[in-house]
């Protein structure tokens, strides 16, 4: 918006009003102050429902008095994600809480038979939909912050350049206040997010990275017919095997403790590299209405404002991708011999496969909010790669590769599974492990290292 779409000093924009008035308007509305009923008659006068204001600055002053430390009020996210995992009041009775401790005892008992990771130290759980959103909100908004950062930066910059050259100084000192309704509309539409994604999620580790507390293993059996619906598999089995799976995920990230900062590491780094569309911002600051704000709540929740992948990005994607498919592959190899006595555990294992390739509504909003997709979709190579080592070397050897993050399977491995394996039989053996490029420009390295300590050259001729 041009600064000559305003009036000069508003004369005759306002009613019976100067534009130093209209200014002081301004002031009091960003400025937490109130308006006085002269300027409420001068807004209903101009169109504006002067309960419309009050209502929105109450809503915003709210916005002030939660916001955390980084401007944004994450509490809105909670009661927004609560509001929409509660609403049908569904729990889950005593007697249903005694069959899923029955299906994870034995699941215990099975995955004892298929891998060498030990068991958790805590009692896996039943939990309902609100409580999924309460364990895992943390580690969501620490996900999304630098997106709602950047949003709200975004937000007020463009604001201020749409402004007239004599009311900057009044937006500017409005700031840290516009930041705070940016990402506060962020945080809504995250909860909002998390809250539908509560109702499809069925375990703790279905999303695919660790969201759950350290070390806790839960399954959401409220959510269970809807996964079950088109199966044709008995309720028992399908605990069973959900019960397995899970089990399966937690042991893994509390015996691998570093694997866990890992996975979050690389989902905050692709997402502090996101950077808002401001072109798409600017225009939309041009016709913001700051009394109805669904337009930026509807660009924020679209992906609108989220520009198309850098180079940069897409590389961190994939890398992403490649340790999520490891993570999920070997989950789904321990699973599958685990469960190998239940009848419908191959139905059941191809049906978690599909909906993780697929993902759900709830899935698709968080990619277009934070710009992520949080699928594994090399996983079938991945389940190949982990088959293929638990066949030639065992299970013991196959496991001893999550102790160490050097060690952990690459993309590479992936690829080429005989490689792994060729290697992990070599340290069986005790034989020396198989030189190659790295290590050949290592030891030159190191020599010439050894060569400027010693201050002489191999073909020095002065004595050492």
């Known amino acids: 918006m041009a600064d000559d779409d305003f009036p000069n000093d508003f004369p005759d924009g306002l009613p019976g009003g100067s534009g130093e008035e209209f200014q002081e308007m301004l002031r009091n509305l960003l400025g937490g102050g109130g308006l006085d009923p002269a300027q409420l008659e001068a807004l209903s006068q101009l169109g504006v429902d002067p309960a419309m204001v009050r209502q929105l600055m109450a809503q915003l002053q709210t916005a002030f008095t939660a916001a955390g430390d980084d401007g944004i009020d994450w509490s809105s996210a909670q009661t927004q994600a609560l509001h929409l995992a509660n609403k049908d009041g569904l ?10 401790d029955q299906a994870f005892a034995l699941a215990t008992l099975w995955l004892s038979e298929a891998t060498t990771i030990s068991d958790l130290a805590g009692p896996p759980q039943a939990i309902t939909r609100g409580q999924w959103v309460e364990q895992t909100l943390p580690v969501w908004q620490e996900l999304a912050e630098p997106v709602a950062g950047s949003i709200a930066g975004a937000l007020t910059a463009a604001i201020d350049e749409q402004v007239p050259d004599d009311m900057k100084q009044i937006v500017a000192q409005a700031g840290a206040f516009m930041r705070r309704v940016g990402g506060s509309l962020f945080a809504a539409q995250l909860g909002g997010v998390i809250g539908r994604l509560s109702l499809e999620v069925v375990s703790g580790g279905d999303v695919g990275i660790p969201i759950m507390p350290d070390g806790v293993a839960a399954i959401l059996p409220q959510n269970f017919d809807d996964f079950g619906r088109d199966l044709d598999v008995t309720g028992d089995q399908l ?17 691998a403790r570093w694997l866990r900062l890992h996975v979050i590491s690389q989902v905050t780094q692709f997402a502090r590299g996101i950077r808002v569309d401001t072109q798409a911002l600017e225009d939309l600051a041009s016709r913001l209405d700051p009394t109805s704000p669904d337009e930026l709540r509807q660009a924020i929740e679209s992906g609108a404002l989220l520009p198309q992948r850098t180079e940069t990005q897409e590389a961190a ?32 294992a191809e049906a978690v496969r599909r909906r993780r390739a697929v993902g759900g509504p709830a899935e698709q909003a968080m990619s277009s909010l934070v710009g992520l997709e949080l699928r594994p979709r090399r996983l079938r190579e991945a389940a190949a790669m982990w088959r293929a080592v638990t066949d030639a070397v065992g299970v013991a050897a196959r496991d001893s590769l999550w102790d160490y993050p050097d060690l952990m399977p690459t993309a590479d491995d992936i690829d080429d599974p005989q490689a792994l394996i060729a290697r992990l039989q070599a340290r069986v053996r005790g034989d020396e492990p198989v030189r190659d490029a790295f290590d050949e420009a290592l030891d030159e390295l190191l020599a010439q290292a050894a060569e400027d300590d010693d201050g002489s050259t191999p073909n020095d001729p002065r004595p050492v």
Not at 91 to 100: A, K, L
Not at 240 to 254: M, S, V
Not at 321 to 335: K, P
């Open 239 to 255: 605990a069973l095997y959900l019960g397995t799976r899970e089990l399966a995920h937690a042991r893994l990230f509390r015996h």
């Open 317 to 348: 994607l994939k890398n992403l991708e490649n340790l999520l498919a490891t993570i999920e592959g070997w989950v789904d190899v321990v699973t599958a011999d685990a469960t190998s006595r239940l009848p419908a555990a191959a139905k059941i």
């Open 91 to 100: 729990g889950i009775s005593s007697g249903e809480r005694q069959e899923f």
